[in-house]
């Protein structure tokens, strides 16, 4: 540990990484040398209290690693696009100053939209930051002012995101305090102890109150091995299983009926769905996996657990079932749930998938929309679907609004060469000579080893930002605690500098970060009411301002008037009906019996999708399942496979080479390997070499977890 100077500053911090904790970090900074010298929680802070994750925990690690992207650079001539060596990827580029990099970045981009039209660039980026400036500010303004393609920015939450809205109206749910209060935890494809560590001690406090702890997940996780009880769901199934529960409440009467007239919509209809034979518990336990008496007993401790304990049930569903198919429909199932007895009402109660759209941010003040009109489209651009990048690379009718090819490719805030589904299409793409790509970063990524233009992005302590949260409910500012390393550049500053080199105009080009914070900030949305910038730099963190009921208390949905839906009530129409997923052992693609295993793609406990995968301390916290596909005995058996055995995974996408490791973490039909880099995985591909890019019913999100694989022992000589 570095040893402190005399002399020290705090600075306060938020880490911006795509966790729904969106801790408060103290920076302890030598006043000397400017060098970060301690990360911790911010103690005050009402969810972070003190402590930070595994991964944050050694974030000096990632700001000062020997391997940083620190100067721009542009890729040799001769120097084909494609896989590098790890720690030889600056062999292929020579190092340039920015004033040659936004030079030659400018000149390419003006020439690609003269001869193939604006949107011929596609920007590609998503939540490597979710503060609001590195998110989505000045990025949005260039390539609006550019006339580029939009990107929907799908590959993680619309399907849950508008799947909940389609049921509240809003992304809202029970803060993580109030979890402590439950008489039930539910935890509905949730690795809390694994990404969302900070509501794990509330929900200890519950337990030591004597509330149980139930997780459903397919996968035994972190939190499922740490858990009262933990019912293993075939994939993609959730929507029975949640129409199941409804069932079993509701052939008991045990419905909140006051609750239910007041403040839903459509339940007469939901009932009659629910009732219906396939989802009595018997037929439900045969589609999910789950025995019919587990259903049985969870519905009635659902139902009842009010009336038992005195306290609510609560519900943590996460996204991870929402990548399916029919990921949408799961959602609003699982969402209707607490509707029906009357959950909210009560303290500990309700539910939690993301609380995101309780932070009103003035969106279009910071992204200006109505500068596309100003470009020289002069109407809004097309819309390409990030979830099917692989086709926009590979085929010219790629996005909604015409057959213009991508020519030029923007990458910011993603590693899209590791993380975006259909890996082969993806990277043939992206290995075009005549497409030329810009990818701003902080380490040589699969995505820069394609790249024509590197340039070095700051990490959040290196930048300043305000920020929300996904899973709690306070905003924050985020001071800039050190000086940008190297010559890295913010998203803000990076962006303002070329859309001046563009020769754009606008004065919004030269906001700086604290007038975009207090643009930010503008709205009239009584729950902003009280923060300021002057008051988030003072205090750190401030409550959003949600109403309260007599007691004092934040009870979202606990009445009709927090329903942001049309009908004003809890929506429950459509009502969901269970479809299998097209890629499951239930679904047409199994019928052939090529593949008939469901494969889940996995993300490790102790990185960030694929950010922090080639820092050797994380790599050792995550040392277990590297490298390795989990697979059940039944299916080790049953090909001839033991633990350790070299193993191909494959289907008609790709293959994946790993070792088999087999154990009880999945049950029989199912497989699961890791997410990490191409470049540190066998055979240079992981494993979205073998998911698809299918789309869910909702929101247009990727279907990640409906994949069918094989699995097939490695011979001598193969």
């Known amino acids: 540990m570095a040893q402190l100077s005399a002399e020290t500053r705090t600075v306060h911090a938020v880490c911006s990484h795509d966790c729904p904790d969106s801790c408060g970090v103290l920076v302890t900074v030598e006043v000397g040398t400017g060098r970060a010298v301690k990360v911790a929680g911010d103690p005050s802070h009402p969810v972070t209290r003190g402590f930070l994750c595994g991964k944050v925990a050694k974030y000096l690690d990632r700001v000062y690693s020997p391997d940083r992207l620190l100067y721009p650079m542009r890729r040799k001539a001769g120097v084909a696009k494609g896989p590098l060596v790890q720690g030889r990827e600056a062999e292929a580029f020579e190092r340039i100053s920015w004033d040659e990099a936004l030079d030659e970045i400018a000149a390419r981009l003006t020439g690609i939209a003269a001869e193939f039209g604006p949107e011929s660039v596609l920007p590609y980026s998503y939540a490597g930051t979710i503060g609001q400036l590195g998110y989505g500010s000045m990025d949005r303004r260039f390539f609006h002012r550019l006339g580029a393609s939009q990107l929907d920015r799908t590959i993680c939450a619309t399907a849950g995101g508008e799947a909940l809205k389609s049921v509240y109206g809003v992304k809202l749910g029970t803060a993580p305090q109030d979890f402590a209060k439950a008489g039930l935890v539910?935890?509905?494809g949730a690795n809390i102890h694994g990404n969302n560590i900070h509501l794990w001690p509330f929900i200890e406090e519950a337990r030591r109150k004597g509330a149980r702890l139930v997780v459903i997940d397919p996968y035994r996780t972190r939190t499922a091995a740490l858990a009262d009880e933990h019912l293993a769901i075939h994939p993609g199934t959730d929507t029975a299983l949640a129409l199941g529960l409804m069932h079993v409440l509701l052939s008991m009467g045990m419905e909140d009926k006051e609750y239910v007239a007041a403040c839903t919509h459509g339940f007469a209809e939901l009932r009659a769905a629910a009732m219906r034979p396939e989802y009595s518990p018997?037929?439900?336990a045969q589609v999910t996996g789950i025995a019919a008496d587990a259903i049985v007993r969870l519905g009635r401790e659902y139902a009842t657990c009010f009336r038992r304990t005195g306290r609510g049930a609560a519900i943590r569903l996460n996204y991870g079932i929402q990548r399916s198919d029919n990921g949408g429909t799961a959602v609003r199932a699982v969402a209707m749930l607490p509707l029906?007895?009357?959950?909210?009402?009560?303290?500990?109660?309700?539910?939690?998938?993301?609380?995101?759209?309780?932070?009103?941010?003035?969106?279009?003040?910071?992204?200006?929309p109505e500068l596309m009109q100003a470009s020289p489209l002069g109407r809004a651009a097309r819309v390409v679907n990030m979830s099917q990048l692989g086709r926009a690379l590979t085929r010219e009718d790629a996005g909604v609004g015409g057959s213009t090819p991508v020519k030029a490719l923007f990458v910011y805030?993603?590693?899209?060469?590791?993380?975006?589904?259909?890996?082969?299409?993806?990277?043939?793409?992206?290995?075009?000579?005549?497409?030329?790509?810009?990818?701003?970063?902080?380490?040589?990524?699969?995505?820069?080893?394609?790249?024509?233009v590197l340039l070095p992005a700051t990490t959040f302590l290196e930048a300043k930002d305000v920020q929300g949260a996904y899973g709690h409910l306070y905003a924050q500012v985020s001071e800039r605690a050190i000086a940008p390393l190297g010559e890295a550049r913010s998203n803000v500053a990076m962006f303002g500098a070329l859309a001046r080199r563009m020769g754009f105009e606008e004065a919004c080009f030269g906001d700086t970060e604290d007038a975009l914070i207090d643009q930010a900030l503008t709205t009239d949305d009584p729950w902003f009411a009280g923060i300021t910038r002057e008051r988030l730099e003072r205090e750190g963190h401030v409550a959003l301002a949600l109403p309260k009921d007599a007691a004092g208390e934040v009870r979202p949905f606990s009445t009709a008037e927090w329903f942001r839906t049309a009908s004003g009530r809890g929506e429950l129409l459509p009502v969901p009906v269970f479809v299998a997923p097209v890629e499951s052992r239930l679904g047409a693609g199994a019928e052939s019996g090529a593949y008939p295993l469901e494969f889940l793609p996995r993300k490790a406990d102790n990185y960030m999708n694929s950010t922090f995968a080639n820092l050797p301390g994380?790599?050792?916290?995550?040392?277990?399942t590297a490298g390795v596909v989990e697979m059940s005995v039944v299916d080790a058996e049953a090909r001839g496979i033991v633990s350790g055995d070299a193993v191909e995974v494959w289907n008609g996408r790709g293959r994946i080479g790993l070792r088999a490791l087999v154990n009880e973490q999945v049950v029989a039909g199912v497989v699961a390997a890791r997410l990490d880099w191409n470049k540190l995985s066998a055979g240079g591909a992981n494993v979205n070499a073998l998911t698809s890019e299918?789309?869910?019913d909702m929101g247009g999100g990727a279907t990640f977890y409906s994949t069918l694989v094989e699995v097939r022992k490695v011979q001598d000589g193969d």
């Open 282 to 284: 018997e037929r439900v």
């Open 413 to 452: 805030n993603s590693n899209p060469a590791a993380v975006a589904p259909n890996q082969t299409d993806v990277l043939l793409g992206m290995r075009r000579e005549d497409l030329y790509t810009v990818v701003h970063e902080q380490f040589f990524t699969d995505t820069a080893d394609y790249a024509d």
């Open 694 to 696: 299918r789309l869910t």
């Open 618 to 624: 994380h790599q050792r916290m995550e040392a277990r």
């Open 186 to 188: 539910i935890a509905w």
């Open 340 to 368: 029906l007895v009357g959950a909210w009402k009560h303290p500990g109660g309700g539910l939690q998938m993301s609380t995101s759209g309780s932070f009103p941010f003035n969106g279009k003040a910071l992204e200006m």
